[in-house]
């Protein structure tokens, strides 16, 4: 079984930068030969992929409305996925999961991913 914990979130204004973590335990297989992501939902709207990534590579993706602004990143010593994100706006504003899929192919789509977090919640406030 999987553990995934999120850490990081908060409230900020408009412009600020907030760094997501989660952590990952329970693992029979490491972190680095799977695919993390980051999802966000906002009250009365669907689940939406933010970023994943492949950790065992350096294989990346990203919704359109974070390009530029969010990254994401891993550290499999640690086993920890990161979500910086920076230049903030009200509308990134929903309650972020971790999500792992035990494969080296990353997809947005919330259904492909078999392990979740409780979630974090990110306020962005003008």
């Known amino acids: 079984q999987v553990q995934l914990v999120e850490s990081g979130g908060g409230s900020v204004q408009v412009g600020g930068s907030l760094r997501l973590s989660c952590a990952a335990s329970g693992y029979t297989v490491t972190v680095s030969s799977n695919c993390m992501g980051w999802f966000r939902q906002a009250p009365g709207k669907e689940r939406e992929g933010v970023a994943a990534?492949?950790?065992?590579?350096?294989?990346?993706y990203y919704a359109d409305s974070v390009k530029g602004r969010f990254t994401i990143s891993h550290d499999n010593a640690k086993h920890t996925v990161y979500l910086q994100m920076n230049t903030l706006k009200p509308e990134d504003t929903a309650m972020y999961y971790c999500?792992?899929?035990?494969?080296?192919?990353?997809?947005?789509?919330?259904?492909?991913?078999?392990?979740w977090g409780q979630g974090t919640q990110v306020t962005v406030s003008s």
């Open positions: 990534i492949y950790t065992g590579g350096r294989n990346t």
């Open positions: 999500a792992a899929r035990m494969s080296r192919i990353c997809t947005p789509d919330a259904v492909a991913y078999t392990y």
